[in-house]
């Protein structure tokens, strides 16, 4: 497949986080970019060029919303494919433990809210790369 400008659709690589807190609530983010814009997901976002998955979630995590954490274990991986969007997206998600750091909106443009839900408590409206985690949790 190619795009409007005739540039070959390849898959890009993504990392998220499911991040619990002591009494079992899940951080999650309300989007603000596609994919996905005005849906709840886990945090995370793109692996850079030469950057390791681990790498690329423990930056993502710090980047968005200020949090200093751990690999736990890895989770799941979900897809999204959107041929409407010219996106196709490969996820790779983690279990992450917080070591430091508090909670803080730090990309306001990219995300519109990040708050703390109760896993029988959560939005309707979630990212599909984020529906996984919760088949698995």
Same mark, same amino acid.
């Given at each position: ?14 990392? +998220? ?9 899940? @951080? @999650? $983010? @309300? ?6 814009? +005005?849906?709840?997901?886990?945090? +995370? ?28 274990? @890895?989770? &799941?991986?979900?897809?999204? $494919? ?13 279990? $992450?433990?917080? =070591?430091? +750091? ?11 809210? =990040?708050?703390? /839900? ?9 990212? &599909? /790369?984020?529906?996984?985690? /919760?088949? =698995?949790?």
């Amino acid at each position: 497949m190619t795009t409007s400008t005739q540039q070959p659709i390849l898959p890009r690589i993504g990392v +998220g986080a499911v991040i619990l807190d002591d009494d079992r609530r899940i @951080l @999650l $983010v @309300l989007r603000n970019r596609h994919p996905e814009a +005005g849906t709840w997901s886990i945090p +995370g976002g793109k692996v850079e060029p030469y950057e390791t998955l681990e790498q690329a979630v423990i930056r993502e995590i710090k980047e968005e919303v200020n949090l200093d954490v751990e690999i736990d274990r @890895l989770l &799941c991986t979900a897809e999204t $494919v959107s041929p409407e969007t010219e996106e196709h997206w490969v996820s790779i998600l983690y279990v $992450v433990r917080i =070591v430091g +750091g508090t909670v803080q909106n730090r990309e306001p443009d990219a995300l519109r809210d =990040v708050q703390w /839900f109760s896993l029988d408590a959560l939005p309707e409206n979630l990212a &599909c /790369f984020t529906v996984p985690v /919760f088949e =698995v949790l």
